[in-house]
């Protein structure tokens, strides 16, 4: 859209307020909001000037200044504030050099769009994230020096079945591993999840289905597939509208991945493809329906999956999720029946839809740079020809402990990922996508989390330790 069709919205709709949002490094939704009488064509051309320091893994003090881009393409009008509201995505600039600010993970993702049509590959890459998420009536939390601890409660939890409640223990709530798919009353977030659906399709966003997974208390919403850089907004929108109506209903909704100790984590499965033209680059005739190119892509992934995890996996609690010997996707290798396995490609109905589906990352990091580094990984697999190997068909649990350890595997903490993030990031900044400056940044950010983490005495190790 023009900003002349902007200005038109605002006045058509009587908005009062213009919500500037962008992203920061850690992946979460950041906004300025100004008033719509000063909302003119300037300000929608060239931006608004911010303070880029006050950002955790930006600008230092003394190089501050930066500038906040709309991007025109997308002006949404915000279905939860009681005042008229357009939120536009935008893109941050250098406000010295002029020139998109290489720490923007927005534009980090653009570039990666770019770098892929550069390549001849393809002209678009398509993504299809599939987010979960847990819904709690009450969290409490506390890391004092002398004291930390933290509880949850949901009524659907099993934990449940004994207590007390005012109006009655319905008794109706999943059991352990027992939330895929009962209806209601069991489930007992049906009306809410329409909430969800509802809030999403007023924001523009093209959604499919929801329902409940496979923990107590753990849901899922389905949006349709996208290109890259739409898809993490669609995401950003999607985390947006599940905490705010979950808040409307007077509780709380959280993606960190492993909440619930004892039952499954949230992860969000990424599916993935690339079109050229009216051509999906991925169809072919090789394993389950892929083309080589797909293949070479998955080798891509495969070999650069430990770096990759520093962004699909950027949380201490996601390798809570990540461990070997359950469930969890971490073994390094692409099947067609095997969930077990890292990469499935999914039974599909149409040869058109020839995809992969990318299966350890979760929704708890920066979603433009999830994407991204997934992507880049698959450009250098298609690039250097990166054999995958033999596709993994069998029964994890049919394999000896021996076979099992011998595997490749996903990383195991959040430090590991960043050491391998560090030592394997040529594959990113091909094309000038990442820069080693962001890179270096990123990674300082996160050993901040690292350390506050390491350092902390857990109550797990009071109980194995204290007395010996």
């Not at 020096?145 to 939890?157: A, C, Q, V, W």
């Not at 009306?191 to 753990?218: C, F, I, N, T, W």
């Not at 669609?234 to 808040?247: G, R, S």
Request: charged share 25%.
């Amino acid at each position: 859209m023009s900003s002349k069709s902007i200005l038109k919205l605002i006045k058509d709709k009587q908005v009062e307020f213009v919500d500037l949002r962008f992203t920061d490094p850690r992946g979460k939704l950041q906004h300025l909001t100004m008033d719509s009488t000063v909302v003119d064509d300037d300000l929608l051309n060239k931006g608004v000037f911010f303070d880029g320091s006050s950002i955790a893994g930006w600008k230092a003090i003394n190089e501050s200044d930066m500038i906040l881009k709309p991007d025109l393409d997308r002006p949404i009008i915000d279905p939860f504030n009681s005042h008229t509201t357009l939120n536009i995505f935008c893109d941050i600039i250098d406000a010295v050099k002029k020139d998109p600010y290489e720490r923007d993970p927005r534009g980090t993702a653009k570039k990666a769009e770019a770098y892929l049509k550069k390549t001849g590959i393809g002209d678009k890459s398509y993504f299809g994230p599939e987010p979960e998420f847990f819904v709690f009536d009450d969290v409490r939390f506390k890391n004092d020096m002398n004291e930390t601890s933290f509880s949850i409660d949901s009524s659907e939890g099993p934990y449940n079945t004994g207590k007390k409640y005012e109006n009655g223990n319905m008794g109706h709530r999943p059991g352990i591993k027992g939330g895929y798919f009962p209806v209601p009353p069991v489930d007992s977030a049906q009306d809410m999840r329409g909430e969800y659906l509802k809030a999403l399709k007023d924001m523009g966003v093209k959604v499919e289905k929801h329902h409940h997974e496979v923990a107590p208390s753990q849901h899922e919403l389905g949006m349709y597939f996208g290109t890259l850089t739409n898809m993490a907004d669609n995401l950003q929108l999607y985390k947006y509208a599940v905490q705010m109506v979950t808040h409307s209903f007077g509780k709380t909704a959280t993606f960190m991945p492993k909440p619930v100790k004892g039952d499954n984590g949230s992860g969000m499965h990424c599916h993935q493809s690339i079109w050229k033209g009216n051509t999906p680059v991925f169809m072919g005739k090789e394993y389950a329906g892929l083309s080589k190119t797909a293949l070479y892509y998955i080798g891509g992934i495969l070999k650069h999956a430990k770096a990759i995890n520093a962004f699909s996996n950027a949380t201490t609690n996601s390798y809570k999720r990540l461990i070997p010997g359950f469930e969890a996707p971490v073994i390094l290798a692409y099947s067609a029946r095997n969930r077990s396995a890292s990469c499935r490609i999914p039974i599909i109905n149409n040869p058109k839809a020839a995809r992969m589906e990318i299966r350890f990352p979760d929704a708890a990091g920066n979603p433009y740079l999830t994407f991204a580094s997934m992507l880049m990984a698959g450009i250098d697999g298609i690039k250097n020809k990166i054999d995958p190997g033999k596709s993994f068909d069998k029964d994890l649990y049919t394999l000896s402990e021996n076979e099992v350890k011998k595997l490749p595997t996903v990383c195991g903490s959040l430090r590991e990922a960043m050491q391998n993030l560090d030592k394997d990031r040529k594959f990113l900044t091909q094309g000038g996508v990442f820069t080693d400056d962001q890179i270096d940044a990123y990674i300082d950010l996160k050993f901040q989390e690292i350390y506050k983490f390491e350092h902390t005495p857990h109550p797990i190790e009071f109980e194995m330790y204290y007395s010996g």
